[in-house]
């Protein structure tokens, strides 16, 4: 009777027929393996921090825009930093230019407790956020992203709003940006403003060297808190400042 056809075997080259790989031979893939990784891993962290600013400027670019319908809606006034919970207690909430700006870009929001920041522009990609940041008993801790208003200059509370059209140079004025991220004795609240050099708090260096700001003018750039503590004409809060 006729066998069915043999399978044929498959043998490494120069080894006898029914060996396998050796555990000195495993050995050396893992390690070349975990070598091979090692280098990788460093550029695909590099890559994913470039991505992650690349989306952190789109969103200062989103905010930006969102400034300047709400200047359009509201008779040239800009949003302002924050909300004073009670008026002249002197609390103040840092995200009342989130709340400000909701209506053009997520569920119009009357109350500051409401908001919420996760998934939306107002979130840094590279920031922590929520009780990561803040605690829960916090009113409106949801509400922070990582980002802040140019406090200092262009309106703390309600009381303090400037117009558009107050800002004498544009192009070196920002509005909004890359805020500071948590450190040992920093307070949460000094998370949702954008401080000016002059205020020793500093340095803004979320993703790297610096940080994305959006300026007067629309335009977004990232740019190193040296640049940005140096000043111009020996004015270290120039990038600040709504006019010269």
């Known amino acids: 009777m006729r066998s069915g056809l043999l399978r044929p075997e498959f043998h490494m080259p120069g080894k006898p027929p029914g060996l396998g790989f050796t555990l000195i031979e ?3 893939v893992v390690a070349i393996i975990a070598i091979l990784a090692g280098m990788l891993l460093p ?3 590099k890559a994913k921090g470039k991505a992650k600013a690349i989306r952190c400027a ?3 670019k989103q905010i930006a825009m969102c400034y300047f319908l709400y200047a359009g809606d509201q008779t040239d006034f800009l949003p302002v930093a924050g909300t004073e919970v009670p008026v002249g207690s002197g609390w103040v909430a840092p995200s009342r230019w989130f709340l400000e700006i909701t209506p053009y870009i997520a569920t119009v929001s009357t109350d500051f407790t409401n908001l919420v920041a996760k998934e939306k522009v107002v979130v840094c990609p590279s920031a ?3 009780t990561n940041v803040i605690p829960a008993s916090v009113p409106g801790y949801q509400g922070y992203g990582g980002y802040g208003h140019n406090y200092a ?3 703390y509370t309600a009381a303090d709003r400037k117009k558009l059209s107050a800002v004498g140079k544009p192009v070196d004025t920002c509005m909004n940006g890359d805020g500071l991220d948590p450190a040992t004795g920093r307070s949460w609240w000094q998370y949702g403003y954008l401080y000016p050099p002059s205020v020793p708090i500093g340095p803004y260096v979320r993703h790297g060297k610096g940080g994305n700001y959006s ?3 629309g335009h977004v750039t990232m740019t190193p808190w040296k640049v940005m503590a140096a000043g111009v004409n020996n004015r270290i809060d120039w990038y600040y400042l709504l006019s010269p």
């Open 58 to 60: 789109s969103n200062e």
């Open 43 to 45: 550029s695909l962290a």
């Open 26 to 28: 495993l050995l050396v």
């Open 215 to 217: 300026w007067a003018d």
């Open 153 to 155: 200059y262009m309106g």
């Open 128 to 130: 922590k956020i929520g």
